[in-house]
């Protein structure tokens, strides 16, 4: 059984940076991509970053490009997500999650993805 579990989130004042992680176990890391999500209260839960299965391709949601930087380590089956020059809008709880198969077709959309952890708070002051 696939599981994922998020750790790093926290609270940190607006200009700071954290790094998130996510340890997958259940099957082979390195044969899947991973995606980043985050839902604010009363928001719904919107796309914030992807890597592919080696690394090679990321993608971002735009209100988060130039800021946050995913990336993985195979070796150790663990996504991570940079986040520097937080913003108070950034605060949300943070999922990471992993598609059902190999294939990789729409990156950002949610339905891609079949596994999901827990989820991790982080906060933002201004």
């Known amino acids: 059984q696939v599981q994922l579990v998020e750790s790093g989130?926290?609270?940190?004042?607006?200009?700071?940076?954290?790094?998130?992680?996510?340890?997958?176990?259940?099957?082979?890391?390195?044969?899947?991509?991973?995606?980043?999500?985050?839902?604010?209260?009363?928001?719904?839960r919107e796309f914030v970053a992807a890597i592919s299965w080696s690394g090679g391709r990321?993608?971002?949601?735009?209100s988060v490009k130039g800021r946050f930087t995913i990336s993985r380590d195979n070796a150790k089956s663990t996504a991570y997500l940079q986040m520097n020059s937080l913003?108070?809008?950034?605060?949300a709880v943070y999922y990471c999650a992993a598609p059902r198969t190999t294939g990789w077709v729409a990156?950002?959309?949610?339905?891609?993805y079949g596994y999901w952890g827990q989820g991790t708070q982080v906060t933002v002051s201004s």
């Open 9 to 44: 989130g926290g609270m940190v004042q607006a200009g700071g940076s954290l790094r998130l992680s996510c340890a997958a176990s259940g099957r082979t890391f390195s044969r899947y991509a991973m995606g980043w999500f985050r839902q604010a209260p009363g928001k719904e």
């Open 58 to 62: 990321t993608y971002y949601g735009d």
């Open 87 to 91: 913003k108070a809008e950034d605060t």
């Open 107 to 112: 990156p950002m959309r949610q339905s891609e």
